[in-house]
């Protein structure tokens, strides 16, 4: 399908916390005229700069084919999903379209030989992962979206084994970004927290202060992505999820750290469900494999984080 060393992409989700930020570093990187952004929603007036949107369900596999044939598409970054909180209250929806949609890709990629990337998380850890989880922790989450991330990671190595399909994906953590709001996850309050912040707002936190997770801002998260996907394969030994270092700290002292730069801000913190949720996952994950094998490293720390994040959204506002 086309040249081969010419990316041609296609970024399903595209409209979410990761998709808006990934369109623009994948437009830089390889031009604006090879990325083509899809999502279900309408394409409205957000602040991004795309040559060519398509209204696309993942779950429509006969669309997503002529999509990909139309577009001689080469790479597809695979980022519609439910996440953790709206998995919960419609499982059923979060086993269709993490699940059955990401099986769509991966049989079209069998059949057009296209490379995929799709995000695992740290939802794939359970409680018996221990406090700091390791690439080769046992994998048996509580949540029913951990569960369609570790059938998900599961299915990416059976297709790279079995069918040859050049598929990798991160294990995310919390990714904290000031572009557009997160979708319905657990590790939203580390950025409805921002803000609250800078809007002078008060925030009533869903997690208690204690609630420690591992973290991570949005662009050491992006970086990761292009750096895995421009890895070179036979380094590789992991199509499922790569772990990556991360950062770890609780909801009490990410507020400390905020009121640092804004100290009037009150934040007060009531649990709900999503506790639960939380609870259930590691405090921190090890990034050996990430490192060894393709060299990553973080460069964003609590502070550097906060501060971006305060200073981009003071200028948005
Ligand atoms: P998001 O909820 O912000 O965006 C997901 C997008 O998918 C939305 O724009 C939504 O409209 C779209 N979508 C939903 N159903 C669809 C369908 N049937 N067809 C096409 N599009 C559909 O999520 P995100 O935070 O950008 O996450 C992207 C990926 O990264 C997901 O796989 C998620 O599990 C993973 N991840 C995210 C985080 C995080 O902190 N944001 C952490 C770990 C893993
Ligand atoms: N940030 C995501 C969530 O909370 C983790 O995958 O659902």
Known sequence: MGDPLQRRILVTGALGQIGIELLEALSEKFGYENI?????RSFDHLEINVQKYVELDVLDIEKLERVIVE??????YHLAAILSANGEKNPQLCWKINVNGLLNVLE???KYKFRVFSPSSIAVFGPDAGKLALQKS???PSTLYGITKVTGELMAEYYHTIHGVDIRGIRYPGLISWKVLPGGGTTDYAVNIFH???NHEEYDCF????TRLPMMYIDDAIRATLELMDAPREKLSISGGYNLPSLSFTAKELYDEIKKF???FKCNFIPDRRQEFADSWPDETEGKYSTEEWGYELEYDLGSLCEKMINSLMKRY
């Open 138 to 140: 046992p994998l048996n």
């Open 207 to 210: 997690v208690n202060e204690d």
């Open 108 to 110: 079209l990629a069998k």
């Open 71 to 76: 577009n001689e598409i080469n790479e597809i």
């Open 262 to 264: 804004i100290p009037s």
């Open 36 to 40: 083509i952004a899809s999502d279900i």
């Open 196 to 198: 609250k912040a800078v």
